[in-house]
């Protein structure tokens, strides 16, 4: 019985699942919640639950249908992701290391905060991709023997590491010498990716 079901939802959470079943019946759905529920052997499990109302022939609601996906394990998996992720972004921050990512295409790739202190750039600004970023910042004395350097990497087969060091004409026109360090890996899809370091 519903009653029963939801003896078992996480009291936080059971606000959101009764808004969600309201909400079913006023718009037909479909609607997806993830909720907490207490398992049998006392820990809390998330499940992620779709509903769906159907009517009857006069159009009016009949029953809510619906299917419920354990994701505990996947939740979970998120979780310490983004948990590493901020204490390596801590960390490079406590380093004073700049950290890029991002795919060998047009799109911009993901820069740690420091990346725009060791450039003296505006976050407001955004990123620049990689052949930008060396038109930008490199110094012109660097540039050709910089361009020989990643283009070839930038083309070759994945799992290819870089290492270089330029003179960088920072944001606010100050020359400092910097070192890269990159990998690029080939993602499942085919798409390259680069990801790595500026000192």
């Known amino acids: 019985p519903l009653d029963t079901v939801r003896k078992t939802i996480h009291p936080d959470d ?4 009764q808004a969600a079943f309201s909400q079913t019946l006023a718009t037909g759905g479909p609607i997806d919640t993830q909720t907490r529920y207490r398992h049998t052997d006392g820990r809390w499990r998330t499940l992620l639950t779709r509903r769906l109302l ?10 809510i249908v619906g299917v419920a996906l354990d994701v ?3 939740q979970q998996r998120t979780t310490e992701a983004l948990q590493l992720s901020r204490r390596l972004e801590a960390a490079a921050e406590a380093a004073r290391v700049g950290l890029w990512s991002g795919p060998l295409d047009d799109n911009r790739p ?3 905060a420091y990346m725009y202190v060791l450039l003296a750039r505006d976050a407001a600004q955004g990123t620049l991709g ?7 910042y490199a110094h012109e004395e660097d540039r050709d023997r910089i361009a020989a350097t990643v283009l070839p990497w930038m083309q070759g087969p994945g799992g290819q590491k870089l290492e270089f060091e330029m003179r960088v004409r920072r944001g606010d026109g100050a020359v400092r010498w910097m070192q890269i360090r990159g990998q690029r890996e080939r993602g499942a899809d085919g798409t390259g990716r680069a990801f790595g370091v500026m000192l």
Do not use: C, H, I, K
């Not at 059971?14 to 699942?17: F, H, I, S």
């Not at 022939?57 to 029953?63: F, K, Y």
């Not at 990689?130 to 930008?136: I, P, S, T, Y």
């Open 14 to 17: 059971l606000a959101d699942v």
């Open 54 to 63: 159907m009517r009857d022939d006069q159009g009016q609601p009949a029953l």
């Open 72 to 74: 505990t394990e996947q």
């Open 110 to 112: 993901e820069w740690n």
């Open 130 to 136: 990689l052949g930008e970023a060396l038109r930008v």
